[in-house]
């Protein structure tokens, strides 16, 4: 079995791409070596102790070095874990955790009734411009809220933490959406 690596945006964050599907359907982001616990896979990568985050793509896993680590000396480690997880066919979650995965929910915020169209439109963008561009370079947005012409956006995997985060939002992502969508103001990360 190859896994193939890709860097990304965010220097802290490599892509491993094992080949085959990761996730079913959606995504899921690991922030500490607590909610790993859902997944002996990405409980595995944190046990390196050198892991900040871990983070399941469609077909992909993003991993995120703590600070000061070198990927030159993560990498091989990270690598042998991936190649032992796909190899043996184990399931990505643990049976038993399954009720503990927590899903984020659609908004963060109570959209306005009267934004129906516009939040719809927003929705549509992103899920058909912005996330498979992101997922690309080994991270996910997703729609939190559209309030008085903000849209909030959470940022998980190789986007969150990223130096170059600030720049996708306001250069790229803010700009197709007020292009498409008038009533676009803003676009903020929450």
């Keep these: 079995m190859l896994i193939q690596t ?7 964050t490599l892509k491993f791409m094992p ?9 899921r982001d690991f922030a500490t070596p607590e909610e790993a616990e859902a997944s002996s896979l990405a409980e595995a990568i944190f046990s390196t102790g050198d892991v900040d985050g871990v983070f399941f793509g469609r077909d992909f896993i ?9 990927w030159k000396d993560l990498k ?5 874990i991936l190649l ?5 066919g184990a399931p990505l979650f ?6 503990g995965i927590a899903i984020e929910p ?6 306005d009734p009267a934004d129906a169209d516009i939040v719809a439109q927003i929705k549509e963008l992103i899920e058909t411009r ?61």
Excluded: W
Excluded at 6 to 12: G, M, Q, S, V
Excluded at 62 to 70: D, H, I, K, L, R
Excluded at 94 to 99: I, L
């Design 6 to 12: 890709e860097t990304t945006p965010n220097p802290a």
């Design 19 to 27: 080949g085959q599907a990761v996730m079913d359907g959606g995504t």
């Design 62 to 70: 993003s991993v995120t070095a703590a600070p000061s680590v070198e």
């Design 76 to 80: 091989p480690q990270i690598l042998a």
């Design 84 to 88: 032992d997880h796909f190899s043996s």
């Design 94 to 99: 643990k049976a038993a955790s399954a009720g």
């Design 106 to 111: 659609d908004a963060g915020f109570a959209d």
């Design 130 to 190: 912005v996330r498979p561009a992101v997922a690309q370079d080994g991270g996910d947005i997703v729609y939190r809220g559209f309030q008085n012409g903000k849209v909030f956006l959470a940022l998980h995997g190789a986007c969150a933490g990223c130096p170059s985060s600030t720049m996708t939002l306001k250069q790229g992502i803010e700009s197709l959406l007020k292009h498409y969508v008038p009533e676009v103001d803003a676009v903020e990360a929450v």
